[in-house]
């Protein structure tokens, strides 16, 4: 599925183009291989840091339903010490609360997948798609490029 298109605003690949930004000029000369495998190393970059973010949000769901089930131990053991008082505070406080207001941790994350992850999985798809094939020595090159000053490759 191609990601140009003709027309600004034009949305392709599931992807909706911005019809203000302006597109910078690729200079003359410029490697578009070693640009391509740049780009490559830079989105699987980007997505493993937002891969990593979802299971943050899946962490802490876990993290809040553990507390939420031993909240629940602590009403019934509060209870049964014959402090319904307090039972009933701990109820009302926190276990009828979400911990983000009027929103399920489950709705949270919901909603990233559906709006921010969605994104990210359909440039995924559609960039190496409408850059065309990157080699692993291109990508290899890209890191070595990164990470090691440019003149002790090309002197």
Not at 15 to 20: E, G, L, Q, T
Request: one cysteine or more; aromatic letters at 6%; a negative charge.
């Amino acid at each position: 599925m191609p990601l140009l298109g003709n027309r600004p605003g034009e949305v392709l690949g599931g992807m909706a183009c911005d019809p203000a930004y302006e597109v910078p000029i690729c200079p003359e000369g410029t490697d578009h291989a070693a640009l391509r495998a740049e780009i490559a190393l830079k989105l699987a970059e980007i997505l493993q840091t937002v891969r990593e973010a979802r299971a943050y949000l899946l962490a802490v769901r876990r993290l809040i339903e553990h507390a939420d089930d031993a909240l629940e131990d602590l009403v019934s053991l509060l209870a049964a010490d014959g402090r319904r008082d307090l039972a009933a505070c701990v109820q009302l406080e926190v276990i009828e609360e979400n911990f983000v207001a009027e929103r399920w941790v489950t709705r949270l994350i919901e909603e990233f997948d559906r709006n921010y992850y969605a994104a990210f999985r359909r440039m995924e798809e559609n960039i190496p798609a409408e850059i065309g094939h990157v080699s692993g020595a291109e990508v290899l090159d890209a890191v070595l490029r990164s990470v090691i000053d440019p003149r002790v490759i090309d002197p």
